[in-house]
């Protein structure tokens, strides 16, 4: 199987080299567990170390902020978006409860997502968050419409990561309950102050570790220490 190396330290050890080429992986976690400079780092990393393209697709977020906080890690991104290697496209979406409209409005933005993808090359992908996603539509198609929206992404042909905010709890892996399913892999950021940890909940295709390890962020982002592990009770 090919396999799409994060360059997060620490990470590729435990997935057997990387995340399988083509899928969709959740990451998810609570209010500062470093979603957002997980994300990033995945994408720039692919720029800056594999000549690979990203883009940053976001659902909420200011396009301004999102460079400022990849600059604050000294992470030259003016410089790759120069080179075509690195784009941040806002979605736009509105609350929608018809299931045709609904179907209309995705297409309309997959289809500006795929433009943008086509326009750098992007082998990388990430959306963020499916909660702001999943807060755009009624809760009796979420499901099906996030499976779908999921799909249609994989056709892009990026590996791509996708964020979910969850409540402080170790076995809530998504807002909605649903995300976790639609997704090829999960992986869980916790930050119980002052340590931070990282459980691999799944990852199809692979033999990944099954136990959760400490995690930091550092000047240079986010590092896991692959040879440790953290009690499951000291996770909250």
């Known amino acids: 199987m090919e396999r799409v190396k994060t360059g997060i330290s620490g990470l590729d050890q435990l997935i057997q080299g990387g995340i399988p080429k083509g899928s969709n992986v959740l990451i998810s976690g609570g209010t500062g567990t470093g979603k957002t400079i997980f994300t990033t780092q995945y ?5 800056s170390q594999y000549n690979e393209a990203g883009l940053f697709v976001t659902l909420e977020g200011s396009v301004r902020d999102i460079s400022w906080n ?3 890690f000294q992470w030259d991104i003016k410089k790759l978006q120069d080179e075509g290697l690195f784009n941040i496209y806002r ?3 509105g609350y929608i409860k018809n299931k045709d409209l609904t179907e209309n409005r995705i297409d309309e933005q997959l289809r500006e997502i795929e433009k943008r993808v086509e326009e750098i090359k992007a082998k990388r992908l990430v959306v963020d968050s499916t909660t702001v996603f999943g807060a755009y539509i009624d809760a009796s198609i979420l499901r099906t419409t996030l499976f779908q929206f999921c799909d249609r992404l994989k056709a892009f042909g990026c590996t791509t990561l996708l964020t979910a905010e969850t409540k402080p709890k170790k076995s809530v892996f998504s807002a909605y309950g649903v995300e976790e399913f639609v997704a090829d892999g999960v992986i869980a950021l916790y930050f119980t102050p002052p340590n931070r940890s990282i459980f691999i909940r799944k990852m199809r295709g692979s033999d990944h570790s099954k136990n959760i390890h400490p995690a930091n962020i550092t000047a240079e982002g986010f590092v896991i220490n692959a040879k440790d592990n953290v009690l499951w ?3 909250q």
């Open 233 to 235: 009770d000291a996770v």
């Open 70 to 72: 990849m600059e604050s």
């Open 91 to 93: 979605l736009n979406l």
């Open 43 to 47: 994408l720039y990393n692919g720029a």
